[in-house]
Every structure is written in structure tokens, then in C-alpha cells.
T-cell receptor, first 113, second 110 residues
Framework: GAGVSQSPSNKVTEKGKDVELRCDPI?????LYWYRQSLGQGLEFLIY????????KSGLPSDRFSAERTGGSVSTLTIQRTQQEDSAVYLC???????????FGPGTRLTVL | GENVEQHPSTLSVQEGDSAVIKCTYS??????FPWYKQELGKRPQLIID?????GEKKDQRIAVTLNKTAKHFSLHITETQPEDSAVYFC?????????FGPGTRLSVLP
């Protein structure tokens, strides 16, 4: 079946603009994670959704970052007033439930000029 | 807070030799430890995982060992091949979230 998909694959924006990144998880997966990966670095946890529970937002680096998950499926990560340090690959992952194997999307490469 | 350390950061081996990557974690309550392989420009892919109720798991040329007392786990790749070249990440599950190590760049030299 279809894996995790993300869009856009690449996004170039100007400093100060808002961006929205989309993640379509695997159908039936209740858990959804967002990570940030800076060039040559590891994966930094941002936010976690599990079913209808309140999301774990403990990894969001500032109040410019927010995320939603509508209908328990598609998720959108929004970055307001982008800064150059926001440039990174943003990866989404889903799993059948929390705490089991994650399947990653291809990522969105964000470049803030 | 929760922390996962990973060593070495880079590793070069000759084709056919073995490679070992080690990770340590901080929270003794952690009970699931996956390993991911990420090739250049691609998404991380799970290659093997282990739960805390076992000490070792093997899948062909790949094995993972877990020492709960010492809070460390290791990835072992035998008979390395050029296609094993990639960045490898370990992770530990804390509650429902994963904390990843910083990664090891493995280069297998032909």
C-alpha cells in the first residue's frame, strides 16, 4: 500500500514568510510524528499526535511552530515568520500506534533565504 | 531530559569487515530500541529493532545487542558491502516518543 507522503518536497521561502508543510500518513495509523533534520544532523522531535488525544508539543522550538491533525489523518506543520535557522528537512512519520515501528515520509526540504 | 548518545560519529571499514555502532540511553524505563539507515537524500528506513525483554536479535548480516543494566545497545553489521554505506541512527522510546542518536556515517571501502 501507499507509504507516508509529504508535500511539497522542496520549499524555498523568504525570511518572515509563513509556510505550511503537509503529511499524509499511512491509512489506519493512529500515531503521527514530526521531526526536523538539519544538514548532517540527527532527528529532532517536534510534535506527536496519537488518535484523538491532545498532541505532545514538547519538541516545538518556539511559538512560531504549530501543527494540526485533522480527522486523525492528514497533518499540517505551520511555521510562521520563518527564520534562516528554520532551514532543514522536515520529516513526518506514522505508526500503527504509539511506541512501535515508525514509517517515515520523504521529507520536505525547507530553505529560508 | 532523555538523551541518546551514539558512537562513533564516522566509521570507515573495508568491504567484508564488520562494523559496530554503539548507543547509550539515559532512562531505564525505555523498552524499545530501533535502528534506522538513511542513505543520502532519502528517508530513514528501519533495519532492525529490539525490545527490552531480549538481549539480542539477528537478521541476516545485521544484529542488535542490548545491555539493560548498562543502558546501552549496539548494531553489528557483518560482511559489510558498499551498499551498507549510509548514516545509521539509533533511537530509544521514552513513553510514546522517540529520542534519536546523532547518527553514525558508515563508509564501506571497496
Amino acid at each position: 500500500g501507499a507509504g507516508v507522503s509529504q508535500s511539497p518536497s522542496n520549499k524555498v521561502t523568504e525570511k518572515g514568510k509563513d509556510v505550511e508543510l503537509r503529511c499524509d500518513p499511512i491509512s489506519g495509523h493512529t500515531a503521527l510524528y514530526w521531526y526536523r533534520q538539519s544538514l548532517g544532523q540527527g532527528l529532532e522531535f517536534l510534535i506527536y499526535f496519537q488518535g484523538n488525544s491532545a498532541p505532545d508539543k514538547s519538541g516545538l522550538p518556539s511559538d512560531r511552530f504549530s501543527a494540526e491533525r485533522t480527522g486523525g489523518s492528514v497533518s499540517t506543520l505551520t511555521i510562521q515568520r520563518t527564520q534562516q535557522e528554520d532551514s532543514a528537512v522536515y520529516l513526518c512519520a506514522s505508526s500503527l500506534r504509539g511506541g512501535v515501528e515508525q514509517f517515515f515520509g520523504p521529507g520536505t526540504r525547507l530553505t529560508v533565504l | 531530559g532523555e538523551n541518546v548518545e551514539q558512537h562513533p560519529s564516522t566509521l570507515s571499514v573495508q568491504e567484508g569487515d564488520s562494523a559496530v555502532i554503539k548507543c547509550t540511553y539515559s532512562d531505564s524505563a525505555s523498552n524499545y530500541f530501533p535502528w534506522y539507515k538513511q542513505e543520502l537524500g532519502k528517508r530513514p528506513q528501519l533495519i532492525i529493532d529490539i525490545r527490552s525483554n531480549v538481549g539480542e536479535k539477528k537478521d541476516q548480516r545485521i544484529a542488535v545487542t542490548l545491555n539493560k543494566t548498562a543502558k546501552h545497545f549496539s548494531l553489528h553489521i557483518t560482511e559489510t558491502q558498499p551498499e551498507d554505506s549510509a548514516v545509521y541512527f539509533c533511537a530509544a522510546l521514552y513513553g510514546q516518543n522517540f529520542v534519536f542518536g546523532p547518527g553514525t556515517r558508515l563508509s564501506v571501502l571497496p
